[in-house]
């Protein structure tokens, strides 16, 4: 019910973290999620983490370059879409107000990538899959359930994203849902003054079983709670967390986890 063989396009599949102090959020991961790992030689003293939930590739991890953190980008969560072909999509965000920040390029046999930053600011990424698809499995405990943007300018990234990947939008000025291909893919929300400088962002939410206890170990951790836990009527209870290297996500206890439908 959980697990994934393939994405359409214009789904979320993936999401990885970038981390400035890899050794302490890696074994926070694991421990709050109970997840596994599996360390691929990415060239001399690198690896890129593969975390591994029931027998699937469940998140990306890896150590931070020296030369990223020198300029001082913070430890963050990059969330990716699927699509059909990478190299088409360059022109579309470029000529809808997107700048490319690097890609195309080739991920070893696994993939083709590139990463963007929308014209409020905010980054994603696009996969287009050759052996590695993204996620294998989502929206069961202990994987990626949702993905969601924080944006200044809600109007421009609907229109952004509509012509770039098709999209369409339906929802208030609370909160925004996104559909792709009649399925469910995410939301928007508008940041308020509450925000206060936080630059606009993709953000990752996890499902946890039981958020009081999340919450409590992600303290116990070294990793930091946010926000105090809010609850999103008739779907689940959820809040912000900081992980010991400072990148930020969401964990929810959802009322009943949608099964994946492609």
Partial sequence: ?????????????????????????????????????????????????????????????????????????????????????????????????????????DIFDSGRMLQFMDPTGAQLGLWQPKNHIGAGIVNTVGAMCWNELL???????????SAILGWEFYGDEHYIHISNRGRNNGGMMEMGENFGEMPPCWMVYFHVEDID???????????????????????????VIEDPAGAVFYIMQLVKADPWQA
């Fill in 1 to 105: 019910m959980y697990k994934v063989s393939k994405y359409p396009h214009g789904t979320f599949s993936w999401v990885d973290n970038t981390s400035t102090n890899a050794e302490a959020a890696k074994v926070f991961y694991m421990d709050l999620f109970g997840w596994g790992n599996f360390d691929v030689p990415m060239g001399p003293d690198m690896f890129y983490t593969m975390f591994q939930h029931e027998g699937e590739h469940a998140a990306g991890f890896a150590a931070m370059m020296p030369d990223m953190q020198a300029q001082g980008i913070p430890s963050h969560w990059t969330n990716y879409v699927s699509v059909d072909d990478v190299d088409a999509m360059v022109e579309p965000i470029k000529a809808n107000g997107g700048t490319i920040l690097f890609g195309p390029m």
């Fill in 151 to 161: 944006t200044r300018d809600a109007e421009t990234a609907k229109a952004f994203y």
């Fill in 213 to 239: 206890a999340a919450m409590k170990r992600v303290e116990a951790l070294g990793g930091k709670v946010v926000t105090p836990k809010m609850e999103a009527p008739d779907t689940g209870w959820f809040t």
